[in-house]
């Protein structure tokens, strides 16, 4: 089936939860003024995508994230440009060649994936269609996943997004994602787009052709108006079968409110800094979060496994949005987990983030639990009704119970203590700036203050060529001990990386990376236990002198002040300038 809509109406964010959510298998396609560029989902993952009529290579991603280089894609491209004769497709040929890891492979479809969906994100017009009946592929026991968690994925295009409209707001220049994947082959002929063209686990040269579902796609002029509300009707039916249509309409309308209700203007930004991680194997409640949280702009991510749960939260914190972590009840009908379970991972996660906020759903009778959740360090326990004699007023309840959860999320603030006394240390520090002398005194103030935040932290100086450790924290050396000398570290730039896309941006950089560059700096300095990193430049006379690096070190990823960082690497900045200009004045003073 053949579903057809406007953005207008349905955001592509909303897409992709809804699709996640009830499991769909097809192709999302948009088309608007710029072009057309389509998002492929298997039983709800996202396993490829098209960025705005090709104008993005899956070739070029990989050659400017250093996976290949320019002479090995023009190689795979003279192979494969007889691929309806047979030839192979790009990746399947690259991997085979020995040119590309299949995990770099993996890495340049998720930055595909992700430039798409931030593409799409500043779109609030045009025509969507979503194909159910498409080939899409449909997984298999090959033992390697190919297929990207949606949740994950958008919630790394949200923190670009988040990112692009900041720096766009400050007045900084934003290049379009066609200018910073420019094709490094123009005019080479690429191997023709399939139609639909996918990018799947058979383009990575990881499973059989006989595992893609053989479908007939209906003639395009038959299609249906995609009514989202249908799909939430269907969902509903199947989790509350057991209730009466009354009481299942009721439900439904408690839904449409808020799909029918868009977000105020302004509102979705406001929001923009925390998202809902909801652990529960509940399908109706998770299915119901989603939707009515998405009015007030807060994403909502499930995950029903302990693993899931840390990796979410560890990628929201890396996304720079807090998570409020949300437990459901224990035990009950529907099969939640033992009380003993979610105490456990309730105290690992407040152990591993003691900052992340946590929410506990519990039935009212459950007076103990109740207690100890408070003891433990919950900020707040929300009574969640049960269906437990099935008297009535279950469904009633739970409306209730997710409008009052919906308030609570909408209207949650952080507790501002750690805020504040970083704003009070950022006072502190440029005041002391206008007292320093030399340069690396500057640069020292924002190096102890990157390891106050992190655990680890790294100043290196540009130099031709490379980067040149100067001083560090908490690397060789407890922090506690203070700064020591780093000059056996060396950074190579001849090879694009994310130091060199910080120098040449100038812009700060913070979030998950498995760089190689890193990896051979991790080799030197011991991998951190989470891949979240920040670098900050430091600018004198428009151009950057030094970076600064930071990492958590053995610890588990923290909420940051990354504004309170760059504000403070700009005023660093500013007293090399002047302690620069000091010196030449004095120098002058001398030979006069």
């Not at 900020?379 to 099935?390: C, D, H, I, Q």
């Not at 570290?489 to 910080?502: D, G, T």
Request: glycine content about 8%; hydrophobic content about 40%.
């Amino acid at each position: 089936m053949a579903f057809t809509g406007e953005l207008e109406h349905l955001h592509i964010v909303d897409v992709i939860q809804l699709v996640h959510t009830t499991r769909k298998s097809g192709i999302f396609s948009v088309k608007g003024d710029r072009g057309e560029s389509t998002i492929v989902f298997s039983s709800g993952a996202i396993v490829g995508a098209n960025h705005l009529n090709d104008s993005v290579r899956i070739g070029t991603i990989l050659v400017k994230m250093g996976a290949i280089s320019v002479e090995d894609l023009k190689q795979a491209l003279d192979a494969i440009r007889d691929i309806a004769a047979g030839g192979e497709p790009l990746l399947a040929a690259l991997i085979q060649s020995g040119k590309l890891k299949q995990e770099d492979a993996l890495k340049g479809l998720r930055t595909l994936v992700e430039i798409t969906i931030v593409e799409l994100m500043g779109w609030s017009k045009g025509t969507f269609t979503f194909d159910t009946d498409a080939p899409v592929y449909a997984g298999g026991d090959s033992g390697t996943d190919v297929a990207l968690d949606a949740q994950m994925v958008l919630m790394d295009a949200l923190r670009v997004f988040d990112e692009r409209e900041r720096d766009r707001a400050n007045g900084k220049d934003v290049p379009s994602f066609e200018s910073l994947y420019a094709e490094v082959l123009p005019g080479q002929a690429h191997a023709p787009r399939e139609q639909p063209s996918t990018i799947t686990a058979d383009l990575l040269g990881l499973a059989d052709v006989e595992r893609l579902e053989k479908k007939i796609p209906r003639p395009v002029s038959e299609m249906e108006l995609f009514d989202p509300l249908a799909i939430h009707r269907q969902k509903i039916r199947e989790l509350l079968a057991a209730f009466s249509p009354e009481e299942q309409d009721a439900f439904v309308a408690f839904l449409q409110r808020s799909l029918d209700r868009k977000a105020a203007p302004g509102g979705a930004a406001k929001q923009s800094g925390k998202a809902v991680v909801l652990f529960s194997s509940d399908k109706l409640i998770r299915h119901s979060a989603m939707t009515i949280c998405k009015e007030d702009g807060v994403p909502v991510f499930s995950a029903e496994e302990e693993n899931d749960l840390e990796r979410t939260v560890e990628q929201c914190l890396s996304a720079m949005r807090m998570p409020i972590v949300v437990f459901d009840s224990p035990g009950g009908e529907g099969g939640g987990f033992p009380e003993e379970t979610i105490i456990a991972l309730r105290n690992r996660i407040r152990g591993r983030h003691p900052a992340v906020p946590l929410v506990q759903f519990a039935a009212p009778q459950q007076n103990d639990f109740i207690l100890r959740s408070y003891s433990d360090g919950v900020w707040a326990v929300l009574p969640k009704p049960t269906n437990e004699g099935r008297n009535g007023s279950y469904v009633s309840g739970t409306i209730q119970f997710l409008a009052a959860f919906k308030s609570y999320i909408k209207d949650f603030q952080y507790r501002p203590d750690a805020a504040d006394r970083y704003i009070k240390e950022l006072k502190k520090d440029i005041k002391a700036l206008r007292e320093i002398v030399t340069p690396s005194d500057a640069a020292l103030v924002l190096l102890i203050t990157v390891a106050d935040m992190f655990e680890r932290a790294i100043t290196f100086i540009v130099r031709p060529g490379e980067l040149a450790g100067e001083r560090a924290i908490g690397v060789t050396s407890d922090k506690s001990e203070g700064p020591t000398h780093a000059d056996r570290l060396r950074i190579p730039l001849a090879k694009p990386s994310v130091f060199r896309e910080a120098i040449e941006k100038g812009q700060v950089l913070f979030g998950e990376s498995r760089d190689g560059i890193l990896t051979g700096l991790f080799q030197q300095i011991g991998a951190p236990l989470s891949p979240s990193v920040v670098l900050l430049p430091v600018i004198s006379d428009r151009k950057v002198v030094a970076v600064v690096y930071g990492d958590f070190g053995k610890k588990a990823a923290q909420p940051v002040q990354i504004d309170i960082l760059e504000i403070l690497s700009q005023q660093v900045g500013i007293s090399l300038e002047y302690a620069l200009f000091r010196r030449h004045v004095a120098k002058a003073a001398q030979k006069a």
